[in-house]
């Protein structure tokens, strides 16, 4: 049997420096959205993954779809007009 204590020095020897930076962190806020629009459709189809869809849950997906295309386009206006662009 090998012994990996040795091992573990230089594995956690160094610890990540620091966090995300301002404009990461800004960069999360402005897709946040998006984020939990992703969320929220993954929710309504993870229970489907085992059994037949209802009408309703039918309708929760097309909702969930259609709240995900929205923040996108939101997403890519606000992107585009903070470039001078157009989306």
Do not use: F, H, S, Y
């Amino acid at each position: 049997m090998k012994n990996i204590a040795a091992l573990q020095a230089v594995v956690t020897a160094n610890p990540p420096v620091g966090g995300p930076t301002a404009g990461e962190l800004d960069a999360i806020e402005a897709e946040m959205p998006l984020i939990l629009a992703e969320v929220e459709l993954l929710d309504a189809q993870i229970p489907l993954l085992d059994r037949p869809a209802t009408v309703l849950d039918e309708r929760r997906i097309r909702r969930a779809r259609n709240r995900v295309l929205a923040a996108r386009c939101g997403l890519l206006n606000r992107t585009a007009a903070q470039t001078g662009g157009a989306a």
